[in-house]
């Protein structure tokens, strides 16, 4: 035991020193929890390292050798990526299940659409294109976090500006900024993309915060993601923020059919210690407030309905609990009874049965007492393509083609280019507005079908950002207010199936069999034509009958006659 605990004291110790010398990088992790309305809780962790002073790469230096970086807690393998393609700002998330926003909000991270997401902006320079390193880093990231990121090649990029605006700073190059957005809605998340997540962070799962990531239960989550997100701070330096979302239904857990939770009953693991290199490590839980609930421990501080605990290394195991007292059993609330938690709804879906043709058809839906404007954004591969001058708007049954203005549209290059359509979409109050245009599915090579061909494509999410609430006329006195309630937030629409025409695949095997068939019996005549031995073997017509021997009796009846019967 003694030689365990001086094990132990030389590792915090080791640990200590080394965030002493780490100076000029800042490690905060952080835990949100929040009670959802239909029993669900959600889960947020995010780990957030800060190297200071830092600047990204300029690209027109990639031709010269990049100066020696040294990291004890910014992640280092990533840090050897982003230097070698020069990247500002990156964004990638890994995400499997659907989000509901009208029942659960808004999510803490906004990229939530299902499957793999990468956009970034780089520098354009002369000695290495930004299309060029774009590739670059798709299969650095690839190997890094062992997903299938090497398919977003460019039959699935595109640059939609105008929806994805930097979230941090762009450093004046000499030439300007790019960029670059892909997306792969069949790519999930799985132990194998976690395990290198994990080990991005300075204490692994060993400690702290990072210890609650038990893969057994978060990929057991009604919805679960990851994200790495890299931004340029202007006067502060370049910050990593590595992030995973769950929700979980504690009332599947429960036994007796109750929402109760504790970090035990939902992560099956409490937070032991603290991280000893972590400036900062917290943990924050959103407070009901419509029905009375008990939480224990005793939280550090209350602020704004949220409880704040910090977690020291000097105290003991931290496992937070609520519970309500008063439910004995929870009721599911009715889904006609309640009304949606975002300011917009959002329905999209491809009608049709025929494998030529369909029509897509997006419903979206204005909660609010005021006109909302909002951005559209519809990134489709080739594989469908639009029919723009098809596209009709409809309120209530009155066709509305003024409340939609087309921004940019850029056709589809089959095995070349995905289609992009950028548009401003104006909801009246309390609307519902839909939007449908016909598409067509083309014929695809036989090569150019995934394994699974009878499945079906998966087609990626569509994106929507409120920008605009209220009119802008002088009558309209909320219309200020509503504008600087809100700020912009990017919303996923579930991604689509759809069932293109699909060759007979099963024809080959049918070949095959005959043809072995055909072959077995051609070589088995032959064979047997080859080896067989003829002998011609003579046979008399009129055999001569043999005389019985001498001395045997003919042991045959008689008749009454004396003759033999």
């Known amino acids: 035991m003694l030689l365990k605990c001086c094990w132990r004291a030389c590792f915090l110790l080791a640990l200590h020193v080394v965030a002493a010398s780490a100076q000029g990088e800042v490690f905060e992790e952080d835990l949100t929890l929040r009670p959802l309305r239909d029993g669900k809780l959600e889960a947020r962790f995010s780990f957030t390292s800060l190297l200071q002073g830092a600047t990204p790469r300029n690209p027109d230096a990639l031709d010269t050798d990049d100066e020696v970086q040294h990291y004890t807690l910014f992640p280092l393998a990533l840090g050897q990526v982003l230097r070698e393609h020069a990247v500002t700002e990156l964004h990638l998330s890994l995400n499997a299940g659907k989000w509901n926003y009208d029942h659960w909000g808004h999510p803490e991270e906004s990229g939530v659409g299902t499957g793999a997401e990468l956009w970034v902006w780089m520098g354009d320079t002369v000695p290495t294109s930004v299309d060029r390193r774009w590739q670059g880093l798709r299969n650095s990231l690839a190997g890094l976090f062992c997903a299938s990121l090497g398919h977003l090649d460019e039959q699935r990029t595109t640059s939609p500006a105008l929806t994805f605006q930097p979230e941090g700073s762009l450093p004046n190059y000499t030439h300007p900024h790019h960029l670059r957005h892909a997306s792969l809605p069949s790519e999930h998340v799985c132990t194998e993309n976690l395990t290198p997540?994990?080990?991005?962070?300075?204490?692994?799962?060993?400690?702290?915060?990072?210890?609650?990531?038990?893969?057994?239960?978060?990929?057991?989550?009604?919805?679960?993601?990851?994200?790495?997100?890299?931004?340029?701070?202007?006067?502060?330096?370049?910050?990593?923020?590595?992030?995973?979302?769950?929700?979980?239904?504690?009332?599947?857990?429960?036994?007796?059919?109750?929402?109760?939770?504790?970090?035990?009953?939902?992560?099956?693991?409490?937070?032991?210690?603290?991280?000893?290199?972590?400036?900062?490590?917290?943990?924050?839980?959103?407070?009901?407030?419509?029905?009375?609930?008990?939480?224990?421990?005793?939280?550090?501080?209350?602020?704004?309905?949220?409880?704040?605990?910090?977690?020291?290394?000097?105290?003991?195991?931290?496992?937070?609990?609520?519970?309500?007292?008063?439910?004995?059993?929870?009721?599911?609330?009715?889904?006609?009874?309640?009304?949606?938690?975002?300011?917009?709804?959002?329905?999209?879906?491809?009608?049709?049965?025929?494998?030529?043709?369909?029509?897509?058809?997006?419903?979206?839906?204005?909660?609010?007492?005021?006109?909302?404007?909002?951005?559209?954004?519809?990134?489709?591969?080739?594989?469908?393509?639009?029919?723009?001058?098809?596209?009709?708007?409809?309120?209530?049954?009155?066709?509305?083609?003024?409340?939609?203005?087309?921004?940019?549209?850029?056709?589809?290059?089959?095995?070349?280019?995905?289609?992009?359509?950028?548009?401003?979409?104006?909801?009246?109050?309390?609307?519902?507005?839909?939007?449908?245009?016909?598409?067509?599915?083309?014929?695809?090579?036989?090569?150019?079908?995934?394994?699974?061909?009878?499945?079906?494509?998966?087609?990626?999410?569509?994106?929507?950002?409120?920008?605009?609430?209220?009119?802008?006329?002088?009558?309209?006195?909320?219309?200020?207010?509503?504008?600087?309630?809100?700020?912009?937030?990017?919303?996923?629409?579930?991604?689509?199936?759809?069932?293109?025409?699909?060759?007979?695949?099963?024809?080959?095997?049918?070949?095959?069999?005959?043809?072995?068939?055909?072959?077995?019996?051609?070589?088995?005549?032959?064979f047997n034509l080859l080896t067989r031995r003829f002998v011609v073997v003579k046979v008399d017509s009129d055999p001569v009958p043999k005389e019985p021997a001498a001395g045997v009796d003919d042991a045959r009846p008689q008749g009454a006659d004396g003759t033999s019967r």
């Open 197 to 526: 997540f994990l080990k991005l962070l300075p204490c692994k799962s060993l400690s702290g915060i990072a210890s609650l990531l038990n893969p057994h239960r978060l990929f057991d989550a009604d919805w679960h993601g990851l994200g790495v997100h890299v931004r340029y701070l202007e006067g502060a330096g370049v910050e990593v923020r590595l992030t995973f979302q769950a929700v979980f239904d504690p009332v599947r857990y429960s036994s007796d059919g109750r929402r109760d939770w504790s970090l035990r009953s939902v992560f099956d693991r409490s937070i032991e210690r603290a991280c000893p290199v972590a400036q900062s490590s917290k943990v924050r839980v959103e407070l009901p407030s419509e029905t009375p609930y008990v939480i224990t421990p005793g939280p550090t501080d209350v602020t704004d309905d949220i409880a704040l605990y910090a977690i020291d290394s000097g105290k003991e195991a931290l496992d937070i609990s609520m519970q309500w007292p008063d439910e004995t059993r929870f009721e599911y609330p009715e889904s006609s009874s309640v009304s949606p938690l975002t300011d917009i709804s959002v329905h999209r879906n491809l009608m049709g049965t025929s494998q030529a043709e369909a029509r897509l058809t997006l419903e979206v839906t204005n909660n609010l007492p005021v006109q909302v404007r909002t951005g559209y954004l519809e990134t489709m591969p080739w594989h469908l393509q639009f029919y723009l001058h098809t596209l009709r708007a409809h309120v209530g049954g009155d066709t509305r083609d003024d409340l939609v203005k087309i921004v940019s549209y850029t056709p589809p290059i089959p095995h070349s280019r995905p289609a992009l359509l950028q548009a401003v979409l104006t909801l009246p109050p309390r609307a519902t507005l839909r939007l449908t245009m016909d598409v067509s599915k083309p014929f695809l090579r036989y090569t150019e079908h995934p394994p699974d061909a009878q499945r079906g494509w998966d087609l990626p999410p569509a994106v929507l950002v409120p920008f605009a609430f209220g009119d802008a006329s002088p009558e309209n006195s909320t219309s200020p207010e509503l504008v600087r309630a809100r700020r912009p937030r990017r919303m996923y629409t579930p991604v689509m199936l759809v069932d293109l025409a699909t060759p007979d695949f099963s024809m080959p095997y049918n070949v095959i069999i005959m043809s072995c068939t055909l072959i077995a019996l051609i070589f088995g005549s032959v």
